[in-house]
């Protein structure tokens, strides 16, 4: 075993107050401006304040409600990759004198364009089969597939230009662009008690990790998730579905997903079930609610956003024939804004989504957060009875989708 390295206060404090935009550029993740921000793609809202060396991660909320988040680099590879004390000072320090230091800046420093350098395979996939079927409890048979055709394997991944950072294999889920050539990867540690992920930096950022089940010359319907194991875990679930294209995105990526709604496609959104996810799905269903008001002739159109419930209420205005009306995605939201100080027009419908994007309800109903967290429900002990709870709820679902069906093709009055 190796010494265990001792870090000064100095060292610390040097760790804790470096540029932590310089950091993250320079280990590989793929960032882009937003305003006076910096946007951390692929991480569920991750957002780095240049000016304060200060990151947010909207997705993640402390006791208080408040987002998560922290200052400078030591605190970010700690609750963003995920990192040990120890390995994020050797990240960040490493056997270096000196790191650069955060100066405040007054401008937005310009992304970087990098070349995607392909991850180098090891000799083997024994750690992620490991992994995979001990901690995420996926068929080998859906791994062996997989693997294949390419697109999972074993390897290592540099971020960044410190060659002194720990090095550990890794699983890496290629990513293919439209020709089938190797355009950026997904990293996910595969060591017990780990829970790192990352993107290997590269310029295509409108391709994720793709599988395609059956022919791809037929294929007409996608399949979109967060993270590439939620994809795996459903292909399992469903051995029905022979022909399809399935895509992680990396997170929420809507110009992924508005790249299959705009080749018409039928797109199925499986991402998280939590309040990032809720509103991922919302918008779109909204900029789809609008085409299809414009498209029955609807007039003043409006787009509506009412924040003081989480997830907002997304919701549309219209002039049809001469009426204000509001339209919803659903009798929640209705009821919600009713409830509150949102404005609605005398007249609200809900919205009947005959569009080609569609949401997979199937995590909600079962009450977890994603498609390996179902998985592993199904394989659980307790399954039985999880089952008999999920089908009680099911039931009742399809009562209220009954109800909400009847509702749609009536007026409801405030």
Not at 135 to 155: A, E, M
Not at 256 to 267: F, G, K
Not at 268 to 293: P, R, T, Y
Request: hydrophobic share 35%.
């Amino acid at each position: 075993m190796g010494e265990y390295k001792r870090y000064t206060d100095e060292q610390i404090e040097q760790a804790k107050n470096a540029d932590l935009v310089e950091f993250v550029r320079s280990h590989g993740f793929d960032c882009e401006t937003v305003g006076k921000e910096i946007h951390v793609k692929g991480y569920g809202g991750l957002y780095i304040n240049p000016q304060k060396n200060l990151f947010t991660i909207f997705s993640q909320s402390k006791a208080d409600g408040s987002p998560e988040g922290g200052k400078g680099p030591l605190a970010f590879c700690q609750k963003v990759m995920g990192m040990s004390f120890k390995d994020a000072m050797q990240s960040i320090v490493g056997d270096a004198a000196e790191v650069k230091q955060f100066v405040p800046k007054n401008t937005v420093p310009q992304k970087e364009h990098r070349e995607f350098i392909m991850p180098q395979k090891s000799d083997n996939c024994k750690k992620v089969f490991a992994y995979l079927i001990n901690q995420r409890r996926i068929d080998p048979k859906i791994i062996s597939d997989f693997v294949n055709q390419g697109v999972l394997y074993q390897g290592y991944a540099q971020f960044g230009q410190n060659v002194d950072a720990p090095k550990h294999e890794n699983a890496i889920f290629l990513h293919l662009n439209e020709n089938g050539e190797p355009c950026g990867a997904d990293v996910q540690g595969i060591y017990s008690g780990t829970r790192f992920k990352g993107i290997v930096p590269h310029d295509d950022t409108d391709n994720g990790f793709v599988y395609i089940k059956g022919n791809a010359n037929t294929v007409d319907t996608v399949y979109l998730f967060e993270a590439p194991i939620d994809l795996m875990s459903f292909v399992e679930l469903h051995p029905e579905i022979e022909n399809a294209k399935f895509v992680s995105m990396g997170g929420l990526k809507p110009t992924i997903a508005m790249h299959y709604i705009e080749s018409n496609m039928t797109v199925i959104s499986c991402v998280d079930n939590d309040c990032a996810g809720q509103k991922f799905n919302d918008k779109i269903l909204k900029e789809k609610m609008q085409d299809s008001l414009s498209m029955a002739g609807g007039s003043d159109i409006d787009k509506r956003t009412f924040t003081d419930r989480e997830p907002p209420i997304e919701y549309i205005i219209a002039d049809i024939n001469g009426k204000q009306c509001s339209f919803f995605l659903s009798a929640d939201d209705f009821k919600d804004a009713k409830n509150s100080k949102a404005e609605i027009a005398q007249s609200s419908f809900i919205w009947a989504n005959r569009s080609n994007f569609r949401v997979n309800r199937e995590c909600a109903e079962a009450g977890v957060k994603d498609f390996n967290d179902l998985l592993k429900l199904t394989k659980s002990g307790n399954f039985a009875q999880e089952v008999k709870k999920v089908t009680e709820w099911s039931e009742k679902a399809q009562e209220k989708a009954q109800m909400r069906s009847q509702e749609r093709s009536a007026v409801i009055s405030k």
